[in-house]
């Protein structure tokens, strides 16, 4: 596939991606073509950066044959494009979070990237520094861990403002070994893709001896639940959402290589968000 043609955070969207990246993986020294119409989530260039790179590993070159006028205007935006040589525009809107390509030695710059670009963010709910500061931790605990455990060698992240929708969604892909591999190579086991993902969303769950661990993500999913927001988490040919409708799981035809969080926030909810510790609070957590 070298059209990519309606990409959204949804089943389909990653499929195309999976597709596209299992079309061309075994590629080299080629010209791969690629087509962005009809609509792109801009925050899905987390993915795709990280599937375009393994594909330049094996020494191919991407061609964008040819993009929408209005995804190549926001991906000139989020600097995505300027990565394969395309000038930047400015933001006018602010609508865009910066797609970032990060080793993983820089966690620091990525913690200050997620207080600064994402949780400050005038759309978002009212809450606390305290919160603020706590949501930060708990999204760089996913960074760690695709720091620790994927053994990637970049770390990409990317996030979009949509203001029709009301939604804030935010990404980070990495292109390690996944949950399954890992899991299954550390303890032996027999694990498929979605209960690996099952089992490392667990808080305490690691795969290292020496450190605790988990994802974390126990203080993000209790602010999605509150806000009706979601989160999504694909590995290899697992798909996991939660949402308000609790778990929804799904398995995908061929693999993805690596991982992808992807946060939505509703922006519409206007309830102010404290600690437990904190008082005068509106909605504690």
């Not at 009809?38 to 594909?55: E, K, R, V």
């Not at 029709?164 to 892909?173: A, G, M, S």
């Not at 949950?179 to 032996?188: A, V």
Request: proline residues 2%; negative net charge; contains cysteine.
């Amino acid at each position: 596939m070298t059209r990519l043609i309606s990409i959204n955070n949804d089943c389909d969207g990653y499929q195309q991606l999976i597709d596209f990246y299992n079309e061309h993986k075994d590629k080299f020294f080629e010209d791969i073509p690629l087509e962005l119409t009809y609509w792109f989530s801009a925050n899905m260039c987390s993915a795709l950066g990280g599937i375009l790179d393994l594909l330049m590993n094996n020494l191919n070159d991407i061609k964008f044959d040819k993009i929408s006028s209005g995804i190549e205007r926001i991906l000139l935006k989020n600097d995505f494009l300027s990565y394969y040589g395309f000038q930047s525009l400015y933001d006018d809107y602010h609508t865009t979070i910066r797609y970032m390509k990060l080793k993983p030695g820089d966690g620091k710059y990525f913690n200050h990237y997620i207080y600064q670009e994402v949780l400050s963010r005038n759309e978002l709910p009212q809450m606390s520094q305290l919160v603020k500061e706590k949501m930060t931790e708990a999204i760089y605990e996913i960074f760690v861990n695709a720091q620790i455990h994927s053994e990637s060698n970049f770390i990409y992240t990317c996030g979009q403002f949509y203001p029709n929708k009301n939604l804030i969604e935010f990404t980070i892909t990495d292109t390690g070994i996944g949950f399954k591999r890992k899991i299954n190579e550390r303890f032996n086991s027999r694990l498929s893709s979605i209960q690996a993902i099952k089992w490392a969303i667990q808080d305490g769950k690691t795969t290292k001896t020496d450190m605790s661990g988990g994802l974390g993500l126990t203080l993000l999913k209790e602010f999605i639940e509150k806000n009706k927001g979601k989160m999504q988490i694909i590995s290899d040919d697992g798909f996991y959402q939660y949402d308000t409708q609790g778990e929804q799981i799904n398995t995908f035809s061929g693999s993805f290589p690596g991982t992808i969080v992807n946060l939505q926030f509703k922006t519409d909810d206007n309830s102010s968000y404290y600690l437990t510790q904190e008082i005068n609070s509106s909605n504690i957590f």
